[in-house]
C-alpha cells in the first residue's frame, strides 16, 4: 500500500485526485498508476484502470487471475466491474468512499449475482494515510 500512496502522490503533484494503484504478482510489482483523468482527458483513466491496462499488457493476457490490486480509496462501480473482468485475485483498499465507492458502499457491486467474479476484499489498509491526502487535497481546493 505504501507505494499506492506514492503514486496518489504522485498524481497529486500533476494536479489530479490523490488515487493511486499497484498491482503485485508474486510478490513483483507489475503495474503502478495514479489517477490520469484529468492529464489524459480521459474519464475513464482512473488509477485502477490505468493500471490493469498497463499489467495486462506487460504480462499479455487479459485475466490476471494471479494479481493482488492495491488501491487508496474503495473502487467505484467501473474499476469493480474491470477489477471483475480481468480477475484480480485480491483487492486491498484504504480508505472507505460512502459517495462513489462500489465495493462495501453503493452498489457493492461484487455482491450482487451479475457479477462474474469477485475478488478477495481487504478494505482499510492504509486507510488513514489515505484518507488524510484526499482530505488534503479538497480542503487546498474549497
Not at 499497484?22 to 503502478?32: H, K, N, S, T
Not at 485502477?48 to 506487460?58: D, F, K, N, T, W
Not at 453503493?106 to 494515510?129: D, I, K, M, N, W
Request: hydrophobic share 40%; glycine share 8%.
Amino acid at each position: 500500500m505504501d507505494l499506492a500512496l506514492k503514486q496518489a502522490e504522485i498524481a497529486q503533484n500533476h494536479g489530479e485526485v490523490p488515487i493511486g494503484c499497484v498491482i503485485v504478482r508474486e510478490g513483483e510489482v507489475v503495474a503502478a498508476a495514479g489517477n490520469r483523468t484529468l492529464n489524459d482527458h480521459d474519464p475513464s483513466a482512473h488509477a485502477e484502470i490505468v493500471a490493469i491496462r498497463a499489467a495486462a499488457r506487460r504480462l499479455g493476457s487479459e485475466r490476471l487471475t494471479d494479481c493482488d490490486l492495491y488501491v487508496t480509496l474503495e473502487p467505484c462501480t467501473m474499476c469493480a466491474g474491470a477489477i471483475s473482468l480481468a480477475r484480480i485475485r485480491r483487492l486491498y483498499y484504504g480508505a472507505r468512499d460512502p459517495k462513489g465507492g462500489a465495493v462495501e458502499s453503493g452498489v457493492r457491486f461484487f455482491a450482487q449475482p451479475t457479477c462474474h467474479h469477485a475478488p478477495e476484499v481487504y478494505s482499510a489498509l492504509g486507510e488513514v494515510e489515505a484518507a488524510a491526502l484526499l482530505r488534503g487535497f479538497f480542503q487546498a481546493r474549497r
